[in-house]
Structures are given as C-alpha cells and as structure tokens.
C-alpha cells in the first residue's frame, strides 16, 4: 500500500492546510485565491513565500527554504507539493512524468460518456489564454482523463485524471468539449455563486525523493464539490 502519512501539529500558514512533512517535502493544501509563486505584481501573499517563513520558524536569517515542484492557478485550490532541498526537487521533477494527479472538476452539462480522455496539442495566444491547435510543432500534446461522479441540476462532477501537466490543460479541454469548468469565466463558464473557480486537486501519488517508497495524499473533498457526489 502506498505510504500516507499526517504531518504535526503546529502553526499552519494563512491560505494552507499542510498534510505532511518530513525532512525532504512538504505537502500542502492550498486554498483558492493563493498563489503558488510571486509575480511582478505579487511578491508575499503566495504559497512560496508563506511557507518559506513557515520553515524558518520566522527567523529571516534561517538558510532554509522550500523548492517548487509544481504549481496550482490562483483560482486552483488542493494539493501542492514543495521540496525541502534542490535535490528532492530534482528527484520528483525527474518522476513527474509517472505522478498520479488527480483533479475534482464541477462543469457546466453532462459528458457524452460516463469515462474518457481529451487529447490534442495546446498552444498559448498574446493574451495569456490557452487553447488547442493542430500545429504539432508549436503546440505541446497533452492528455486529460475524465470519470463522471455525479450530475444535477444542469451540473457534472468529474474526477480528472491529469495525465499530462500543461498549463489551464483541464480548464481548456473541458470548455472546448461544451464542459466548461463552473466560475471559469476565461474559458466560458457561468459565475459560480461559491465565487470561485469549481476546480480542486484532489490527490496526489508519487515515490518519495529520498526513501524511494510509493505516498499518496490527498484532501478532503470541499462542500462546494460534496454535495453533487452521487
């Protein structure tokens, strides 16, 4: 079985909800709004930088620091994973091929199919937005797998299995297949009354950087997303 483990209790930094940490990684679960890393605009309220000063226990002279393994859009809540050194970080991005994600989507309809997979070559325009091209040689292929959970009212529940990581690659793939993610007003959605974006990942399976033993973590499922879980 794969190895899950709870972290310790202590202060947790505004905006995350750590699952688990040991001397090489940090699991954490990021709420909506926060994001990953800075922008030009955005040096401190991010996932980075909060949970930099939550290994350095507030100290600013401390040497530690955390390492970027992946990322969430700001809209995105759910599972981040951060390394604690450069070469954990260089160990899971090397597996990141072979790394189980698993996303819970809320989308506007119902799927022609209660399972499948969305393929095509994605390509980002002049204004930030994504969306899929036949040049294969401009665009970077992705795959997205979806199971249908629930429905109601208008609205589906899909589990997404993320197979590759390309960037809004779920948001994208859903809206051009008439499934736009609720409260994804950039890629057709409706507004959602929760005001949020109705995207969360979910879980996460990967082999752990230094003991090389399989872990899987992953969150509790948001009200927003529970209550069309059939």
Sequence with gaps: M???????????????DILHEDRDIIVADKAPGLLTMATDREKVRTAYYRLTDYVRKGNPKSHERVFIVHRLDREVSGILL?????????ALQAQWGRVEKHYLALVQGTPPEAE???TSYLVENGVHKVKSTTDTERGKLAHTEYTLLGHS?????LDINLLTGRKHQIRVHLSEHNLPIVGDEKYGGKRSGDRRLALHAKSIAFEHPHRGKPCFFETRVPPLFARYWV
């Design 2 to 16: 794969p190895e899950k483990k709870k972290t310790r209790k202590r202060h947790q930094p505004g905006g995350l």
């Design 82 to 90: 951060f390394a604690r050194s450069m070469e954990a970080q260089s």
């Design 116 to 118: 499948g997979r969305f």
């Design 153 to 157: 009212q208008g609205v589906s529940l």
